[in-house]
């Protein structure tokens, strides 16, 4: 399996952006079909923030459209969220996931996690 190990998160106000970044092992990257980005607030179910598949084609909820930009580096084995005009619903923690199958922006699609990374927004 592919390990995956989110940085960059923090905290910022409403407005500001963070960059996160998913470092995979060298090993499977370039096997895995579609890479994601997904979120989990307190109380509240995994959500698909945005996926992008081997291609580079990419699918991004309709609450970050706009704002956040997802990008993969395959010579680098790394997957980046840029995230812009940050809103403090926003907050959550933040995971990186891998498929080798649908490229779809379910969690249930996804195999592979990492551990995540906290962003927290104020107002």
């Known amino acids: 399996q592919v390990q995956l190990v989110e940085s960059g998160g923090g905290s910022v106000q409403a407005g500001g952006s963070l960059r996160l970044s998913c470092a995979a092992s060298?090993?499977?990257?370039?096997?895995?079909?579609?890479m994601g980005w997904f979120r989990q607030a307190p109380g509240k179910e995994r959500e698909g923030v945005a996926i992008?598949?081997?291609?580079?084609?990419?699918t991004y909820a309709d609450s970050v459209k706009g704002r956040f930009t997802i990008s993969r580096d395959n010579a680098e084995n790394t997957l980046y969220l840029q995230m812009n005009s940050l809103k403090p619903e926003d907050t959550a923690m933040y995971y990186c996931?891998?498929?080798?199958?649908?490229?779809?922006?379910?969690?249930?699609?996804?195999?592979?996690w990492g551990q995540g990374t906290q962003v927290t927004v104020s107002s």
């Open positions: 996931a891998a498929s080798a199958g649908w490229c779809l922006l379910l969690p249930s699609y996804y195999n592979n």
């Open positions: 060298r090993y499977r990257f370039t096997y895995t079909n579609c």
């Open positions: 992008i598949d081997r291609d580079g084609m990419t």
